[in-house]
């Protein structure tokens, strides 16, 4: 088999996973970053690195950047061409067309009742400000973003209008969820195919009002409750990922899904469990192709 990762050189779990797909097929390791891709047309061909990727059995997407930006909405449409050519893509890059735009993932999980924070989305900074006023304190999250990168903490007060203009410069789309207390941790629960595989916790360890690691965060074991799984289940149902981690947060009023993400990360999930995530997704893949 001819499998190739799409993702980024020297990011962890796309190394860990070219790796293991090298490993496994006993084929030619090839790690594809989407900024060296040229598509053809009308040929309908695409090409990176001397590959003819319409050749290979099947594509495994990891990361297609190194930040999240509605570019990587343009290189989803390059993949989504290649799949609907006959291409096997994992997950599909319509599936993940639909989650990776917080705006987008909110809207499905809201319309299947998925009990999230308190969220207003507003073009409007008089409308931020009334949100603002009864949230008390709220986080603005920009619509593409990861482990917390641009989002911030305001709360209501007279210096409030001003911070919102200027983040507004930025974020013409205002994303706003109200603070939540989320104690000392987060739940990141992984499913592959749709089936439950392990949940790892995020824990802060310095005062930091996120569990990121980007923000010092530490990886843990957590065993959540069967109710907590069955709501992540829920939640990542219906966009058909291959594989995904679904961020839940544990609160005194129940537990609220932050996010489904698209590029759910393998070292959470070995540092806590052992588990070695990116063989699980080649081996789930071969069997597909087989």
């Known amino acids: 088999m001819k499998i190739g990762v799409i993702g980024i050189e020297g990011g962890w779990s796309s190394e860990k996973l070219a790796d293991t797909v090298a490993e496994k097929t006993g084929g030619e390791r090839v790690l594809i970053d989407m900024e060296d891709v040229r598509l053809d047309l009308p040929s309908g061909r695409a090409f990176y690195d001397g590959h003819t990727l319409n050749d290979f059995d099947a594509l495994i997407i990891k990361k297609i950047g190194a930040r999240y930006s509605p570019d990587l909405l343009d290189r989803l449409e390059v993949l989504r061409y290649l799949h609907e050519r006959g291409l096997r893509i994992f997950s599909a890059p319509y599936a993940i067309l639909r989650a990776l735009d917080r705006l987008s993932c909110t809207i499905s999980l809201q319309l299947k009742d998925i009990p999230m924070p308190p969220t207003t989305v507003t073009e409007s900074v008089d409308q931020a400000l009334t949100a603002l006023e009864q949230y008390g304190e709220a986080v603005f ?59 790892y916790a995020r824990c802060k360890t310095n005062g930091a009002w996120n569990t990121t690691t980007a923000s010092g965060g530490k990886y843990r074991p957590y065993e959540p409750a069967p109710e907590i799984i069955e709501l992540a289940r829920k939640a990542q149902a219906d966009f058909n990922l291959d594989f995904t981690c679904v961020d839940v947060a544990i609160t005194d009023d129940g537990p609220y899904v932050f996010e489904v993400s698209v590029f759910g990360g393998f070292r959470g999930i070995q540092e806590t469990s052992g588990i070695d995530a990116a063989a699980r997704y080649v081996d789930y893949v071969m069997e597909k192709l087989k």
């Not at 941790?185 to 089936?195: N, Q, S, T």
């Open 141 to 199: 999250k920009p619509l593409y973003t990861s482990k917390a990168r641009g989002m911030f903490v305001l709360r209501n007060g007279p210096d409030a209008r001003a911070a919102i203009e200027e983040y507004k410069a930025e974020n013409p789309i205002l994303y706003i969820q109200k603070t939540i207390e989320l104690g000392d941790l987060d739940l990141g629960i992984a499913f592959l195919g749709g089936e439950y595989l392990t949940t």
